[in-house]
């Protein structure tokens, strides 16, 4: 995995445009094994990987174990763990960790501008071979289904969502301290029960270790038209969160447009 903030906090969104395809590329693992090396060759992103200790080919072989010969709903985040594990070296977290929920790429892309270091999934050795399109098999069959893969959110444990799931879960368990999360103050709702964050992020701390959760309300462009501030009242529209959070045993805190600072 990238780290940023020497590795001192993470950031996971799911690529909301990666379900624009059908089905799987034919060519699956021609673009695979060369998205993988340009990865660890040319894009570098991770000064944590060096070339001769990847071996992309058995890389993709772990990543094709997970869902082919199954049921394209077939595929809970386990069948990936063998793929997670191999692909994404182990991190190190301090005492802060940051999830941004939101989930836009442009969120994502402006906090970075704010001049914090950090990576997202599709920055992972993980999911970079794989992040443009999906992909899934057929049930008792050895090939790819390249004609069509369902779509987004018509099961829960599809293949080429559960990757991301593992992924988060993964990462969320090693996170210690005080735990950061990002929301947008312009998005309605801001929180909510069925939101990624939830499902595949926070039900995975480890509550012996992160202590607190600091929510950090970001209007971003601020509010500029008159009348229409929301200030003071981003905070209290986490309500929902904040309960969530203190009745999981966990101190809570709200900022809202506070520079986020995070010293190495
Ligand atoms: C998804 O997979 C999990 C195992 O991780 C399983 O417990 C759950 O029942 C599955 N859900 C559905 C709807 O198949
Ligand atoms: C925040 O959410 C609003 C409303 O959903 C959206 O229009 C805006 O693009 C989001 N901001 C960013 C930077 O993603
Ligand atoms: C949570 O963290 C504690 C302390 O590091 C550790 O002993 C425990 O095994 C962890 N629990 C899980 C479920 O990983």
Known sequence: M???????????????????????????????IGKCYEYVEVVKKDAFYRPEEVDCEKLYDLFLEAFVGRDPCDVPPERYRAYVDASAH??????????????????????????????????????YPVNEFVWCGKKNSDELNTESCPDYGFCVNLSYVTL?????????????????????????????????????????????KVKKILAHVLNIPPHSEAGKSNEGETCQSLLAFREYVEKEGMQYECRENEKLVFPM
């Open 2 to 32: 990238n780290n940023f903030w020497t590795v001192s906090s993470i950031l996971f969104i799911i690529p909301v445009c990666a379900f624009c395809a059908l089905g799987t590329p034919p060519n699956l693992r021609d673009i695979y």
């Open 90 to 127: 182990e991190m190190t977290i301090h005492n802060r960790a940051l999830l941004a929920t939101g989930n836009t790429k442009p969120f994502i892309y402006q906090i970075a501008n704010m001049g914090l270091r950090y990576f997202t999934m599709v920055d992972t050795l993980t999911v």
């Open 164 to 208: 991301y799931s593992e992924l988060s879960r993964k990462h969320v368990r090693q996170m210690s301290g005080t735990l950061h999360v990002l929301f947008n103050g312009s998005s309605r709702p801001m929180f909510s029960f069925r939101s990624y964050l939830v499902q595949h992020e926070l039900i995975h701390i480890n509550k012996t």
